[in-house]
C-alpha cells in the first residue's frame, strides 16, 4: 500500500547504492527507480541504475520502464532508440513481448506507420497465442489503419474480437473496426459495427 511505498521510499532515500555491497547497490538502485514518486525522479534514478549496471539483472525492465516513459513525454524516437535491445525472433519472455508492442508503438509514435506495421509484423511469431496478443494486434491495426492498409488493419482486429471478445481491448477493437471499414468504402458496415460499440460497450470512451 501506499504507506508502505512511503517507508521504503524514505528508506531508500538514505543508502547510498555506491556503498553498498555492489549485487545490494544494485537491487537498490532499481527499487528507488521502481518505486520513484514522480516521472522526472523516476527517469533520472532508471537513467543512473543503467549508467552503474549496464549488465544488471534488471537492465530489460529499466529499459523498458525508462523507454515508456519517453513514450508518455512524447520523445518517440528516444523510446524507439531504447527499445531496440527487443528484437523479434528471440524475445520468449513477458517483459521482451511488452518491449517488441512497445517498440513497434515509439516508431510509430515518430511518424514512421509503414515501417511500425512491417516491424509488428515480423514479431508476430513472439507475440501471436501470448499474454500480449491483444496489444500487439491492438497496435498491429493502428499501424496498418495509419499506412492506408484497412484490410489488413481488419484482419488483425478480427483476432482481438475473436479471441478476446471481452478482452481490455475489445471496445478500442471495435471502434477501430468501424473506422477501417469505413476508409474501405463500406458506410454501412462500419455504421452497424458503431453501433455495435454503443450496444456492447455503453461505458466506452469509444
Known amino acids: ?31 528507488a527507480a521502481s518505486i520513484a514518486e514522480d516521472a522526472p525522479t523516476a527517469d533520472r534514478l532508471l537513467d543512473e541504475y ?25 520523445d518517440y524516437r528516444e523510446a524507439e532508440n531504447l527499445l531496440s535491445i527487443f528484437s523479434p525472433g528471440i524475445e ?25 506495421f512491417q516491424f509488428l509484423i515480423s514479431a508476430k511469431e513472439d507475440l501471436d497465442g501470448s499474454a500480449d496478443e491483444e496489444a500487439y494486434y491492438l497496435a498491429s491495426a493502428e499501424a496498418a489503419l495509419r499506412s492506408n492498409k484497412p484490410q489488413e488493419a481488419v484482419d488483425a482486429l478480427k ?15 471495435l471502434y477501430a473496426m468501424a473506422l477501417s471499414l469505413e476508409t474501405m468504402g463500406r458506410g ?7 453501433r455495435q460499440v454503443a450496444q456492447r460497450f455503453p461505458d466506452s470512451y469509444e
Not at 537492465?59 to 513525454?73: F, H, P, Q, S
Not at 483476432?159 to 477493437?173: E, F, K, M, T, W
Not at 454501412?188 to 458503431?194: E, I, K, R, S
Open 50 to 74: 543503467l549508467k552503474n549496471f549496464p549488465r544488471g539483472a534488471h537492465r530489460r525492465a529499466a529499459t523498458l520502464a525508462l523507454a515508456k516513459n519517453r513514450y508518455a513525454g512524447g
Open 188 to 194: 454501412a458496415d462500419a455504421a452497424a459495427v458503431f
Open 92 to 116: 520468449r519472455d513477458a517483459l521482451g513481448r511488452e518491449g517488441l508492442v512497445w517498440r513497434g508503438l515509439s516508431q510509430m509514435g515518430r511518424g514512421d506507420a509503414a515501417g511500425a
Open 1 to 31: 500500500d501506499e504507506g508502505r511505498v512511503e517507508d521504503a521510499r524514505a528508506l531508500l532515500r538514505g543508502w547510498d547504492p555506491a556503498r553498498l555491497p555492489r549485487a545490494l547497490g544494485e537491487e537498490a538502485a532499481f527499487l
Open 159 to 173: 483476432v482481438i474480437l475473436s479471441r478476446h471478445p471481452r478482452g481490455d481491448y475489445a471496445p478500442q477493437a
